[in-house]
């Protein structure tokens, strides 16, 4: 979807403000009726904070902004494939979509290692979309571990 596609750029931009500030280079956007709520990147370095994943932070921010942590009729757009904590978020805050950029194979969990969204456990079912640019979100990730490994 093109929207996808323009809402992904976003948070690609975010991902290069994490990758400036030497964190890993994930970057998030919240859209509510095709409007930005928020966006944030990786902060878990700087913040001396664990769970201070774009996702997480975005949906701070989104929370703040509105004034609800619930958060329904939205889509979360995030770099990398989202890991099981910033996925429960997402399904305590009542998202109702995620696309995701590229694939996490250690701790991905829309399909990578685990697909928590096809659990009917859940109270709240999530849609999940990936694989948009993802070429440019896995090039991010890519070249950042690189200059690492220098």
């Known amino acids: 979807m093109i929207s996808d596609e323009k809402w992904m750029k976003i948070a690609i931009d975010e991902a290069h403000l994490a990758m400036d500030e030497n964190e890993i280079p994930v970057g998030a956007v919240l859209v509510k009726d095709n409007k930005l709520i928020a966006q944030a990147h990786n902060r878990p370095i700087i913040n001396n904070d664990p769970t201070a994943h774009a996702e997480i932070e975005v949906l701070r921010k989104a929370g703040a902004k509105l004034r609800n942590y619930r958060l329904p009729r939205t889509t979360l757009y995030v770099t990398l494939e989202p ?3 910033c996925f429960g978020a997402m399904i305590h805050a009542r998202i109702d979509r995620v696309v995701f950029g590229a694939s996490d194979f250690k701790s991905g969990v829309c399909g990578s290692t685990i697909d928590l969204s ?6 709240h079912q999530i849609s999940v979309s990936g694989a ?5 979100c896995k090039n991010i990730l890519q070249s950042f571990f690189k200059s690492l490994r220098k």
């Open 83 to 85: 890991c099981a904590m």
């Open 118 to 123: 096809s659990q009917s456990i859940f109270n």
């Open 132 to 136: 948009v640019l993802e070429h440019k």
